[in-house]
Antibody, heavy 119, light 108 residues
Framework: QVQLQESGPGLVKPSETLSLTCTVS????????WSWIRQSPGKGLEWIGF???????KYTSSLESRVTISADTSKNQVDLKLRSVTAADTAVYYC?????????????WGQGTTVTVSS | EIVLTQSPGTLSLSPGERATLSCRAS????????LAWYQQKPGLAPRLLIS???KRATGIPDRFSGSGSGTDFTLTISRLEPEDFGVYYC????????FGPGTKVELK
């Protein structure tokens, strides 16, 4: 079955760049859309952005100036970079698959990775 | 940009009771394909329950049902089971993939 695994540093210093990787198994990233979502402590879900199977990216307006999502098809991985982080970026970060045919939803999620922004 | 509002914020119910969760959009959702519901339990990732307003995701029991159109959508759990307690989010499908603030279903 399809599995997603987020990985990356658990601690990032303020003003630095947060870099996370979502490793996909059981499906080719070239066949689907992939999204990043985050959840601040005790808060709800915030959509960050997605990358399509053609490489098109879209981001939430509040993060658009700081975020980049990219794909490495050779490794079957989707990457997230968030620049100039502050404490407000402390959250659990999830990657998820977006289905675009038949089912319109995010049907597979990773377990999430916790990132703390602190000096 | 569509904003989603969920009510109530918290629903306190007993096992066996019916749960009715509301999701209201600030403007009409252009298609029934564009509304989804997720369940999240503490410490776990969200799980897709319902897509396209009313389609149950794989493995989701039929006590969960979704309905609605336009700006008003509903998730109904016909008879609560102990494993149904958690937080439920609606989502507008399509960029931006906005989530509502969530409804917590807790044990009364």
């Amino acid at each position: 079955q399809v599995q997603l695994q987020e990985s990356g540093p658990g601690l990032v210093k303020p003003s630095e760049t947060l870099s996370l990787t979502c490793t996909v198994s059981g499906a080719s990233i070239s066949s689907y859309y992939w999204s990043w979502i985050r959840q601040s402590p005790g808060k709800g879900l915030e959509w960050i952005g997605f990358i399509s199977f053609t490489g098109t990216t879209k981001y939430t307006s509040s993060l658009e100036s700081r975020v980049t999502i990219s794909a490495d098809t050779s490794k079957n991985q989707v990457d997230l970079k968030l620049r100039s982080v502050t404490a407000a970026d402390t959250a659990v970060y999830y990657c998820a698959r977006i289905m675009v045919e038949g089912v319109h939803g995010m049907d597979v999620w990773g377990q999430g990775t916790t990132v703390t922004v602190s000096s | 940009e569509i904003v989603l509002t969920q009510s109530p914020g918290t629903l306190s119910l007993s096992p066996g009771e019916r749960a009715t969760l509301s999701c209201r959009a600030s403007q009409s959702v252009p298609s029934s394909s564009y509304l989804a519901w997720y369940q999240q339990k503490p410490g776990l990732a969200p799980r897709l329950l319902i897509s396209d307003t009313s389609k149950r995701a794989t493995g989701i029991p039929d006590r969960f049902s979704g309905s609605g159109s336009g700006t008003d959508f509903t998730l109904t759990i016909s008879r609560l089971e102990p494993e149904d307690f958690g937080v439920y989010y609606c989502q507008r499908y399509g960029s931006p993939f906005t989530f509502g603030p969530g409804t917590k279903v807790e044990l009364k």
